[in-house]
């Protein structure tokens, strides 16, 4: 505003001492404010993506000229979480909302729904250049059926493959640059470097991960699948048998009876409640447990950053929890 305060002194000072000259200055003043209005509008765009994966990936498209907002600010399930009163207005105000799939972050279905604006939600997974696969079945054996058919559920949990966050990228600079043309350029450009950058860094890990190929591991939550077929790995079993359910006692005892089978074997798991399940396979079983935060909360880094040291700390992970059986 003092701007645009400074530039109009004149004119309403020649407006009140009256004259056509007053009035042909004040209106090239109000057209000039017309051709930045949008400019503005357009820095002041505000975008928002619900998990902290998706918050890296368009922070690092959006790196010299703005800022995503994050919803879930705190480590809570995306499957199950609730909105505060702060969060909801937040989707109300967004420009742009990018989200996985509204078949991951369920919760938002309603809210998105009643308070996002007309055309503001973007499902990255689906607009994407991403082969999305099935959820996969890991069911040790004598476990029975888990109640659900795998291969007739998509696996939503893309942004662990780091292609898949490039291609998500390049779907975001998309979206912001019809959105926002003033910077179409440079989100194109941030969006083309990223995709550089994790390229690069899928070729380290798929030369350091490629020896580790086959051997046993077992994951409390099966979050993990994207990247591990991008990398070539395989775990046995998961202790959920899907994101919604419990295991149960005949599953776990199968798990028990896999785990005791395998000598040393590790469990991959998240924070929260997946400690849980890795404590009592330690306890039980003797497994080695190495934990891995799937959503990125503890990391401080921002943008291209964020995802370098986020797919550091899974591929880290891996190494630590397969190199144990050699």
């Not at 701007?3 to 000039?32: E, H, I, K, N, Y």
């Not at 450009?189 to 490629?210: D, F, G, I, V, Y």
């Amino acid at each position: 505003m003092i701007r645009f305060r400074c530039f109009l002194t004149r004119p309403v000072r020649l407006l009140f001492s009256g004259g056509r000259q007053a009035l042909l200055v004040v209106m090239t003043a109000l057209l000039t404010l017309g051709v930045y209005m949008p400019m503005a509008k357009a820095r002041d765009m505000t975008v928002v993506t619900s998990l902290r994966p998706l918050q890296g990936i368009v922070a690092a498209v959006m790196a010299g000229a703005g800022k995503p907002q994050l919803l879930l600010t705190r480590r809570v399930d995306p499957h199950h979480a609730s909105l505060r009163p702060s969060q909801a207005r937040l989707l109300a105000q967004a420009d742009v909302i990018f989200i996985v799939s509204r078949d991951l972050e369920r919760f938002l279905k309603r809210p998105l729904a009643a308070l996002a604006r007309d055309g503001a939600v973007v499902e990255l997974a689906r607009i994407a250049n991403i082969r999305l696969l099935p959820h996969r079945r890991l069911d040790p054996p004598g476990a029975g059926s888990s109640g659900r058919d795998g291969h007739a559920v998509t696996d939503w949990h893309v942004w662990t493959d780091p292609l898949a966050a490039a291609a998500m990228a390049e779907a975001a600079a998309e979206v912001l640059a019809r959105q926002d043309a003033a910077h179409a350029a440079l989100y194109r450009k941030n969006a083309a470097a990223l995709k550089q950058r994790l390229s690069a860094l899928t070729k380290a890990w798929a030369k350091r991960l490629k020896p580790l190929a086959g051997r046993p591991f077992i994951v409390t939550h099966d979050a993990f699948q994207y990247f591990d077929v991008r990398f070539g790995l395989s775990p046995l079993a998961a202790v959920q048998p899907d994101d919604e359910t419990l295991p149960g006692p005949r599953r776990m005892s199968a798990i028990l009876r896999l785990a005791r089978q395998h000598e040393g074997l590790c469990v991959l798991h998240g924070p929260g409640h997946d400690r849980r399940w890795a404590q009592l396979l330690r306890r039980e079983a003797g497994a080695r447990a190495i934990e891995v935060d799937v959503l990125g909360y503890g990391i401080r880094e921002e943008g291209a950053a964020f995802l370098e040291r986020y797919y550091d700390g899974l591929g880290t992970a891996h190494v630590r929890c397969l190199k144990g059986r050699l």
